[in-house]
Each structure stands twice: as C-alpha cells, then as structure tokens.
C-alpha cells in the first residue's frame, strides 16, 4: 500500500523533533509543512490549521487521510504500523517506566516553556522578558534534575537500558530545548551520556531542528 505522510511542522518545536526522529527511524519518506509559530501572529492559530489540530499545536502528522495530533500518539500509531525498529519494549514494566520518562518530559517540563505560556506572561501579565527567563530556566532545571534522577535508574547506552526506545526521542529534543534556554548538561552527566549516544545515529541528525527546511539561514547546520 502506498504510504502518504504530511508533517505539520516548526523546525524548532521539540515535539515536532519527537515525530521528525520517529519518521527517520522507520525510514518514513514524508514532506514537511512548516507551520511558523509567530509569523503573522503564529499560523497554529489559523481556522484551518485548528481543524486539524484544535489545541492549535505541532506537530500534526496526516498518514493516508487519518489527522493526529500529540507526538507520543503519533509516534506509538507509528510504531504499531512500521514496527522496525521497534520503540517500545514489550514486557509491561519496562514499557512503563519507558513511558514514565516520556510523561515526565511531555507533562513534566515542556509546557512551561510553551510559547503561548511565555506570551501570556509577557503580553498579559506584564511580566520583564529578564524576569521570564528567569522563571524558565528554574522550572526547566528542577524538571532536567529530575530526569537525570530517573535516567540513571534506567540508562544504559541509551535512555532505557542498551536498546534504543521512545525514551530518547523524548530526550534528545528536551535538551536541545533546554539549551536554548540556558539550561545546559554540565550537572546532568547521565541525560548527557544517552544524548550524546542517540546523537550518532543518523535519524536524530537529520530531524535536528538547524535542518529543517524552515530553518533560519543563520542557524542553517548548525547541529
Ligand atoms: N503535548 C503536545 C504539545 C505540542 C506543543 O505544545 N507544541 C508546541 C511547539 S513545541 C506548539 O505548537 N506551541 C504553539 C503555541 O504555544 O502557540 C505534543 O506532544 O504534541
């Protein structure tokens, strides 16, 4: 059967990244529509665009007309249909704990630093772009403890153990996002050592967000 993937997409959106690597993985040709995030006030937020995705996010993957938003969603339909390799491991516990580093990045961390967070807190509460960031990086640091704390319980060369999982495309991205807000891996030696890891595999690289073809020429291959 034919497989049609359209990726909704913003080359620096963790979550986006999330689904990017999953696609690269399982050698999933798929094209990419940029959706900017704040050009003309942010293109999420266009009627068309919220009828795909009515929390007015990305990434939205459309896979032979089916519409699916939420990159853990996205990725777990993926890899019960394109199975190689596969993402989650098979004994309940281990998927679990898997899945309980995932939910610690996906509700733990990155909504804080989400972009319509960081607007209400500057457009509607009047709050100083040096006071934000200041809120950010503590909330962005005090979730990275905790990762680190759950990932040396459960790393071996990767997030979980010796096998790439789900776990490192949770990963990867929330460093990447952690960086650019100032939150770099210095005191996080295990969330290092996993990144470091996933990033000699070909699939993170070409998902990076410096990659894209919505991506800035002045950050253009910057990996
Ligand atoms: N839990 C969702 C979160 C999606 C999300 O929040 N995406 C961000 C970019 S990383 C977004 O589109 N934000 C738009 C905005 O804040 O206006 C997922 O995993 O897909």
Not at 80 to 108: M, S, T, W
Not at 129 to 138: D, M
Request: hydrophobic share 40%.
């Amino acid at each position: 059967m034919n497989q049609e993937f359209l990726l909704y997409t913003y080359f620096r959106s963790s979550t986006s990244y999330r689904v990017r690597i999953a696609l690269h993985l399982k050698g999933l040709k798929f094209t990419s529509k940029p959706v900017h995030l704040l050009e003309g006030g942010g293109q999420q937020h266009t009627p068309e665009y919220r009828s795909l995705n009515p929390a007015g996010e990305v990434p939205t993957l459309v896979h032979n007309g089916n519409i699916l938003s939420q990159s853990f969603a996205i990725i777990e339909y993926l890899d019960e249909l394109f199975p190689e390799p596969k993402l989650f491991p098979a004994a309940p516990y281990d998927k679990a704990r898997v899945r309980q580093i995932c939910e610690h990045i996906n509700c733990g961390i990155h909504p804080i630093a989400n972009l319509k967070v960081q607007q209400y807190l500057t457009t509607q509460l009047s709050v100083s772009e040096e006071v934000k960031n200041q809120w950010l990086k503590h909330w962005i640091q005090e979730g990275m403890i905790t990762l680190e704390n759950l990932l040396t319980k459960t790393a071996g060369e990767f997030a979980f153990g010796d096998t790439l999982t789900v776990a490192d495309l949770f990963v990867v991205p929330q460093v990447f996002s952690s960086k650019r807000f100032g939150v770099t891996l210095e005191n996080f030696k295990t969330i290092q050592k996993v990144y470091e890891r996933a990033m000699k595999l070909d699939a993170f690289n070409k998902a990076h967000p410096h990659v894209q073809q919505d991506t800035p020429p002045e950050l253009f291959g910057k990996v």
